[in-house]
């Protein structure tokens, strides 16, 4: 929709200039109408700079040096948009920024939900929701952290069969605290759905997690985006609301009388302090 009015609006325009003859005036019509047009090709640069300074800011945790206005002219905000070695600037003034300390891996992390209300509910309505807070025990010392795995693991479900799959939808509310260096941030993005598919097995061949009946959870369909498109999706921090859900046509007969304790892993990247 928005190609066809643009399409429209060149076509109008093109009309109009088309119709004004040698050393005519410009009709009101067309000025207001290539008026129109660099409104809004200005406004459609100033929203692209925009998001990427809020971008940006949740990345590194500091201010871009991208400053777009909205009173600068045309050029000045395409300037902005097309000179890279500012955007590459920021990334380097970000790094410094953290002190020496850079971004590196995090691997395995696992934080355990036992609430008997938490677990309850998921039991009775198939859905529970619980908050992950900034001083967990399990990311001390650890900064601006970006998650890339989410996966949950239900320690206590039984499939109705043997080799049955465990379905699981997992997502945030959209509001995600982080930290550096003593300083607390808070973030609002779009809320995070992902969906986690394991099985239940008895050997030891191929599996990943281990539950505390010595079963062994192998992994159907992660938790994670694919590394190919990793680049353009959101990555949140742990520090959130997180919501699962069990939809019972994805998991006919999936018996969790005997549940009692919700398990979620975590991998991605932060800053060690």
Do not use: C
Not at 136 to 152: C, I, P, S
């Amino acid at each position: 929709m928005q190609q066809h009015f643009e399409e429209q609006q060149e076509k109008q325009s093109e009309e109009l200039v088309e119709s004004l003859k040698v050393g005519e005036k410009p009709m009101v019509a067309m000025m207001q109408q290539l008026f129109r047009r660099y409104l809004d090709v200005k406004g459609s640069l100033f929203s692209a700079l925009k998001n990427y300074q809020a971008s940006f800011f949740y990345w590194a945790l500091m201010e871009s040096k991208v400053h777009p206005q909205i009173i600068d002219k045309v050029g000045e905000i395409n300037k902005d948009l097309n000179v890279l070695t500012k955007i590459d600037l920021d990334k380097k003034g970000a790094l410094e920024n953290f002190s020496n300390k850079k971004p590196q891996t995090m691997p395995t992390r696992f934080f355990h939900v036992t609430s008997e209300d938490i677990i309850k509910n998921l039991q009775v309505k198939g859905e529970a929701t619980w908050t992950l807070p900034l001083n967990a025990n399990q990311f001390v010392g650890n900064d601006r952290v970006r998650l890339t795995t989410v996966r949950v693991w239900l320690e206590g479900a039984k499939p109705e069969k043997e080799g049955q799959m465990i379905s699981i939808d997992i997502s945030t509310s959209g509001n995600y605290r982080d930290r550096l260096n003593g300083k607390e941030y808070l973030f609002t993005s779009k809320p995070l759905s992902r969906g986690f598919q394991y099985e239940i097995i008895s050997d030891t061949q191929g599996h990943y997690f281990q539950f505390d009946d010595k079963t062994h959870g192998r992994i159907l369909t992660d938790g994670k985006v694919d590394d190919i498109v990793s680049f353009a999706y959101f990555k949140p921090t742990p520090f959130t609301e997180w919501t699962i859900k069990i939809d019972e046509k994805k998991n006919t007969g999936l018996d969790l009388t005997k549940l009692t304790k919700i398990t979620m892993e975590f991998a991605g990247s932060t800053v060690y302090n």
